[in-house]
């Protein structure tokens, strides 16, 4: 619950406040810019959470516009509401536009600088070494693999984290929505989330926007130059059909 201090006091408290045109429920913004952090290269602020992944989305988009564009790739960038309370807005928009790839770009924890956090048994996730690449929940293996090697390529830092069930991202909205897409949930480790003195790297940033874009141009070249398909989505993950039996090896005998 969030207490707002208006410092009101003497008598009819309530019709003070409602002269101030105030009601119970009312929205509220906190006015906190984005400035440049303490640190080289780093910033802090009010909604990095997620007003970073808007703008990696238009940065993508800027990029494209800029270059010689996608001949055999559609990029769609979108800006989701309500993303916190169960992903409504990315879900609808993935029904409607039925992507064949979605790629949820949002902020993650910097679990190495998290206080009592980072002697447990969480990825070694640091502010400053990279975006973030999710494995697990809906994400595609293939998909991953792919994001993985163009950035290798390109010298891009990146980071892995795992997830259960959930990637706690829009990356989600596909599968909430009931269509078929390839998903990727990239981010960028930040420290005191949720609050207005959020802090982030621009470098991680960065790093995001042209793993993203470089992986849009590889798949816009792939197959000889016709672009990458829906087929390569599908066929690239592992195949029990393919797969070899697992066989008990013995162990050997101990020389005498």
């Known amino acids: 619950m969030l207490y707002l201090e208006l410092h009101i006091h003497g008598e009819n408290k309530k019709e003070q406040v409602e002269a101030l045109g105030i009601r119970p429920g009312d929205p509220i913004l906190y006015d906190r810019p984005i400035e440049r952090g303490f640190s080289p290269n780093t910033f802090t602020g009010a ?14 988009a800027r990029l494209v516009a800029e270059s010689s564009g996608l001949k055999n790739v ?13 992903r409504f807005g990315s879900r609808v928009l993935a029904e409607r536009f039925r992507p ?4 949820a770009v949002d902020v993650g924890h910097d679990f190495v600088a998290a206080p009592g956090v980072s002697d447990r048994r969480y ?7 990279g975006y973030c690449l999710t494995h697990g929940a809906v994400t595609s293996a293939t998909l991953n693999s792919l994001i993985t090697s163009v950035s290798v390529d390109k010298g891009i830092p990146v980071q892995h984290e795992l997830a259960g069930r959930d990637t706690g991202t829009d990356a989600m909205a596909a599968a909430l929505a ?11 480790p930040i420290r005191n989330m949720h609050t207005i003195s959020e802090s982030g790297h621009t ?10 874009f470089e992986t849009l141009k590889h798949m816009d070249s792939m197959n000889g ?9 599908r066929s690239g993950h592992p195949r029990l059909d393919q797969s070899s039996a697992l066989v008990h090896q013995p162990a050997p005998a101990e020389e005498k």
């Open 178 to 188: 009931a269509i078929d897409s390839a998903a990727a949930s990239i981010g960028f």
């Open 74 to 86: 559609r990029f769609l960038g979108a800006m989701a509401s309500h993303e916190e309370i169960g």
């Open 100 to 103: 064949d790839v979605t790629i």
């Open 225 to 233: 130059g016709s672009g990458i398909t829906v087929d390569d989505l």
């Open 47 to 60: 909604y990095l959470d997620n007003g970073l992944g808007c703008f990696v989305t238009s940065e993508i």
């Open 203 to 212: 470098g991680d940033v960065d790093a995001a926007i042209y793993a993203i």
């Open 123 to 129: 990825e070694p996730i640091a502010m400053g070494a």
